[in-house]
């Protein structure tokens, strides 16, 4: 698809499947590629249109300083709504993952004539930032090891493919994976700034964005049929989070996948896109 204008900005995005089925929409995470090629092809071949796209400041999508971004968290999630009208005019399904799902949470909230069904991956009901006393917080051990690396050259770009391996060991995910998926995300970074890197590799522009007001409060609005899928062993989100989203959420399906961490593993796959479908 190449770009996509929705609410005012260029939107990085791809689809998979037939334009008259069903629209499922994936929101990056920071990039479309957080969503493996194989679970689009899944859902695709399970009878919905799936369209992955990248978040302003990654991908293809507009670009302005992800240190200093002029948008919101609602911005994003009327990105999200605006994309979804542009591309169906039914309801769609729309999901996200990691940071994304906090995207996914306040498009579904906001945008309720737009989204007919939610898929949460990977995430918590509250904002980048001090975490709720009853939500389990990033694992202390595993966040001291992520952060104590020297930054890589960003403009070198196997440098930062093995620095992303080096992360996703330390999480708990296939490095191998990990750094496939980080070189052809800094082949589709549009500009060589090392902010751009940072924007599209680790979501940097998640700890600017203004995120208010808290969005936990309105979860029981949701009249909508959700899914959460939460890896067993995400020590970034612990599974705790996962839990309490599907507590929260009226009639809300809980997956955990219990040999998983932050990513998707290929072994999981297949679950994950069948539980989607049956939304």
Known sequence: MGTVEANGVELGAESFGSKSDPLVLLIGGTTMLAWPDALCQALAAGGRRVVRYDLRDCGESTAGNPMKPDYNLRDLASDAAALARLLDNRPAHVAGIGVSGMIAQIAALDHPKSFGALTLIGTRPVAPGPVDKDL??????????????????????????????????????????AMDLASRIWDRTASAEPEAHLANQIG????????????????????????????????FFPVGNGIVLAEEIPNASLLVLENASTAIPSSAISEVASSMLLL
Request: proline residues 9%.
């Open 136 to 177: 389990p917080d990033h694992d202390q051990a595993t966040m001291g090891k992520l952060l104590s690396r020297p930054m890589p050259d960003w403009a070198d770009r196997a440098a930062v493919a093995q620095f992303s391996a080096e992360g996703s060991q330390i999480l708990g995910n296939d490095p191998e994976v």
């Open 204 to 235: 940097i522009v998640f700890s600017k964005l203004d995120c208010t007001p808290r969005w936990r409060e309105r979860l029981s609005e949701l009249d909508i049929p959700t899914l959460v899928v939460h890896g067993a062993k995400d020590p």
